[in-house]
């Protein structure tokens, strides 16, 4: 390893010198290691050595691996005990941990080829995998490991001798459908079809889940039917499989891999193998019967008319016309089995599909073919990990299979997995390799680049590459699809948003990111904005030569997932603007730079509190109508401030933020781009006061103290109950529900309303005595602050904090403010209560796009309840 240790010698980043009093926790939702104390253990030239982490407190469950003929599938699950720290003094406690045992924690998925074996036991054995300390996992023979597929049987002696651990054989079928019904319940982008290279996510619906038909290809076929949990059957099969593909294109082409063959069929031609419809009726089409000319009539049936030998054939023509074979038979026995047993849908998953897009097609094709456009096939992202997932889910006491989508979290961080302290690695290549960002910007010499998709793994792990492939080929190989499995984040506390009309076809996402010139756009927003965003988290960890290097390697590990997500957008799911950019905000976290903008914030707020005694002033001097235009152009204008747009920060330039803020609300000229302001009024004169309101705040400084707190202090004046929504993690200049009631308790020193609110719901617990108190706020509605849950600019309704959730059940008004959390999603989402959709419009192109507008035109957007 490089010899600049430095950057790990223990010594704290300036800002947290500064915060020691006022340092954010951890969040329980997004894990991070604890470096203080850090150190590297061993010598610093040794290639891989270990670092020390003495405070890390992360600890592993339990794990379970798959060990099958090629490969290995490892899952493990690392928990995080919730921190006494973690809660604002005087919070209640969260509810209590799933089953008694864990509140959160990750699963971790990993692969090695079972040929090296030992890597894998190197693996177990350097994160200490064996040395859970779960007493579940005891037994009188020791620690017990759940494990499934043959080499659980073959492998047991050595996992014996080698870690001491007795491994517990889980039933190869049981497993296998075990893990396909819990990826469906719990991964939301999970299910997808695969046709002429277009990868496509199927939403699964949960109460028509079952029956499904499973088609695991390993060396052979197992079709699976399954009708409920832990209901199935085996209805059918072949010995035709993966391992016929392998075998025969192994004596045909003299390869030796499976995904050597693979790789060639890319490149084959099998109208010069196989004998085709036209080759029968004279180049023809059989229309009468519905089959083109390029139709397989026999595989291999071309070579019956000719005198050539093996060698004269081309390897990669033999190659396509076997991998064709196989794959069409199997997807007529299977689409036969689904007609059979009147089955909606087919999986396929097994090691002869892995990930591949090439043969993902091909099987599509087949059965597309078939059943003439009636059906399709799916896959699963995460199907090379159904029976390790099956094996993990025996464990008879965690709970996970019950747990539904909304309450996992799939994150793609660019390092591996850790656990006791312990980070092993090689030099980094590639985002594929087990590596952490520790290594990443200590080391000198290694750059960062996109991963592209090769023929065949290098590496062990979850894959490996090498060289582009050229554009000018039809149909690449995706063994990076084996890649696109993050660690996935079990947090019990998120919950749907109760109050969506239609939850089952919620869509966050206003903006569709898999038109390709769009995707395009903001890809280039983000990487033009990556410098000022580098250097305001570098300034936020005071300057300092750690901080500089890990700002570095931030924006290399952003640019490498943006050039991932060129190379192939649906890379981890669905993309959506709100999927990117809370990609960005978590890449940020993972290289410790926990709140890039907190000094920026901290002084608005500032600047900001100092004006708000004049606002109330002037607020207070107007009659009711007259108010609350001028609440909501206050609102509008102060939406302005936000460091995620590219216009305010060329603003920001050319003046302060109160002189920006005045400029602004001069320019409120009615009416607005989108307008229901009359509407809103209306509903406000006419109808009684609303009991309880949600306001989603977005930006620091101006924008909540000068916008949002004016509109929560008009509520309250009402008698309507108030809930501050805020974000659980920093993201740009969004203020955070840790961060809010400082703020609150600012402003309530200049109004009695506030601090009377504020002291009634609990946030100023400790402004005045007991009896006080009790006297204050007899009548006073409550003004509370609660997390959303989100740690991004954007807000997803299907995973919302519990504590958001329940207060929701006796909402009547919702109020989103921002471009993040009604424009880029939330603009078209509908509420089973009244909602207000408020925001000033800082991008030219979604201007144009949604509204057909300019840059800093005004929505104001009024929707009445629909009934769920």
Same mark, same amino acid.
């Given at each position: ?36 104390? /850090? ?9 891989? #050595?270990?670092?020390?982490? #003495? ?7 339990? +794990? ?11 899952? &493990? ?117 695969? *046709? ?14 079952? #029956? ?45 891999? +499976? ?24 180049? *023809?089409? &059989? ?168 023929? &065949?793994?290098? $590496? ?21 699809? /084996? ?14 948003? #109760? ?21 395009? &756009? ?55 603007? /709100? ?46 109508? $007259? ?112 961060? *809010? ?126 009934? /769920?």
């Amino acid at each position: 390893m490089a010899t600049q240790s430095s950057a790990m010698d223990g010594e704290p980043p300036a800002s947290q010198q500064q915060h020691q009093q006022q340092s954010i926790p951890r969040s329980l939702s997004r894990p991070q290691l604890d470096l203080s104390g /850090a150190a590297i253990q061993g010598s610093t030239e040794d290639r891989n #050595p270990s670092i020390l982490l #003495p405070n890390q407190n992360d600890d592993i469950s339990h +794990f379970a691996i798959d060990i099958g003929g090629s490969l290995i599938k490892l899952i &493990y699950f690392s928990r995080h005990p919730e921190p006494s720290s973690s809660r604002r003094s005087g919070e209640q406690p969260k509810s209590p941990s799933l089953r008694g045992h864990f509140s959160g924690g990750r699963l971790h998925f990993v692969k090695f080829e079972t040929g090296k074996i030992n890597e894998c036991l190197d693996f177990i054995e350097s994160k200490r995998l064996h040395c859970c300390n779960d007493p579940f996992s005891r037994s009188e023979e020791g620690i017990t490991i759940k494990a499934t597929g043959g080499g659980a049987f073959k492998y047991a002696d050595m996992f014996k001798e080698r870690l001491g651990v007795t491994l517990d054989k889980e039933d190869e079928m049981d497993c296998l459908v075990a893990g396909a019904n819990f990826l469906q319940r719990a991964i939301r982008d999970e299910a997808f079809t695969h *046709l002429e290279g277009n990868k496509q996510f199927v939403q699964i619906d949960q109460s028509d889940m079952f #029956p499904y038909l499973l088609v695991n290809i390993g060396s052979g076929v197992s079709m699976i039917k399954v009708d409920a949990d832990g209901q199935f059957q085996r209805v059918s099969g072949t010995n035709v499989g993966g391992g016929t593909f392998w075998g025969l294109g192994r004596l045909l082409t003299g390869c030796k891999t +499976f995904d050597q063959i693979l790789e060639l069929s890319q490149q084959g031609d099998n109208s010069a193998i196989d004998m085709l419809v036209g080759d029968i009726y004279g180049g *023809l089409d &059989y229309s009468k019967i519905g089959l083109s000319a390029s139709t397989i009539a026999s595989s291999f049936g071309r070579v019956i008319s000719e005198t050539k030998s093996l060698s004269d054939y081309r390897k990669e023509d033999i190659a396509l016309s076997l991998l064709r074979m196989i794959s069409y038979n199997i997807g007529q026995i299977a689409y036969l089995n689904a007609i059979r047993y009147k089955l909606k849908r087919i999986f396929f998953g097994g090691f002869f599909i892995r990930g591949h897009a090439y043969t993902m097609d091909t099987m599509s094709f087949a059965i597309s073919f078939w059943s003439k456009g009636e059906a399709q096939a799916m896959f699963l992202r995460h199907e090379g990990f159904l029976g390790a997932l099956g094996a993990f889910l025996s464990y008879d006491k965690h709970g996970l299979a019950n747990l539904t989508a909304h309450q996992f979290v799939e994150r793609f961080p660019m390092g591996a997995p850790y656990s006791g302290g312990n980070i092993h690695g090689p030099l980094i290549r590639d985002l594929n390799e087990k590596i952490t960002w520790m290594e990443k910007f200590v080391q000198k010499g290694g750059e960062i680049t996109a991963p592209v998709p090769t023929g &065949y793994p290098s $590496t062990t792990g979850l894959g490996g590459f090498e060289r582009p492939l050229g554009r000018a080929r039809s149909l690449r190989s995706d063994s990076s699809a /084996a890649l696109n499995v993050g660690v996935l984040h079990l947090i019990p506390s998120l919950e749907p948003f #109760p109050l969506l009309a239609d939850p089952k076809t919620y869509e966050p996402n206003t903006i569709d990111l898999g038109d390709l010139d769009e995707r395009e &756009y903001w890809f280039n927003i983000l990487s033009e904005q990556l410098p000022n965003l580098v250097e305001k988290a570098v300034a936020s960890e005071g300057g300092t030569d750690n901080a500089k290097r890990r700002g570095d390697a931030f924006a290399q590990a952003f640019r490498a997932h943006l050039a991932r997500l060129r190379e192939e957008p649906a890379a981890y799911g669905k993309l959506g603007l /709100a999927n990117l950019l809370e990609l960005r905000e978590e890449c940020l976290r993972e290289f410790h730079f926990t709140d890039a903008y907190r000094a920026i914030k901290q002084r608005e707020n500032e600047a900001s509190l100092a004006v708000l005694p004049d606002l109330f002033s002037e607020l207070d001097t107007m009659d009711t109508e $007259t108010r609350l235009l001028t609440i909501i152009e206050g609102v509008l204008a102060a939406n302005i401030f936000d460091w995620g747009s590219r216009a305010c920060v060329e603003l920001y330039q050319s003046g302060t933020i109160i002189e920006i803020y005045r400029m602004s609300r001069n320019k409120m000229q009615r009416p607005w781009r989108v307008d229901d302001f009359d509407a809103f009024r209306n509903r406000w004169m006419s109808g009684k006061p609303h009991y309880r309101a949600l306001l989603f705040v977005d930006n620091s400084g101006a924008d909540i103290v000068l916008g949002m707190l004016p509109f929560a202090r008009e509520l309250l004046r009402r008698g309507t109950e108030v809930v501050l929504v805020a974000n659980t993690l920093p993201a740009i200049n969004d203020v955070t529900y840790m961060e *809010l009631p400082t703020v609150v308790a600012a402003a309530a020193t200049h109004c009695s309303i506030l601090r009377e609110a504020a002291i009634a719901g609990g946030v100023l617990l400790n402004a005045t005595s007991l009896d006080d108190r009790s006297a204050t706020t007899s009548t006073a509605p409550r003004l509370m602050v609660v997390q959303s849950g989100s740690g991004s600019p954007c807000l997803d309704f299907r995973q919302v904090s519990s504590e958001l959730a329940i207060l929701a059940e006796e909402a009547d008004l919702i109020v989103l403010e921002g471009m993040g959390r009604s424009l880029h999603t939330n603009y078209d989402a509908r509420f089973t209560c009244e909602a207000l959709k408020l925001a000033m419009v800082k991008n030219q192109r979604l201007a144009e796009k949604l509204f057909n507008g300019a840059i800093y035109d005004c929505i104001c957007r009024y929707e009445v309840g629909l009934k /769920a």
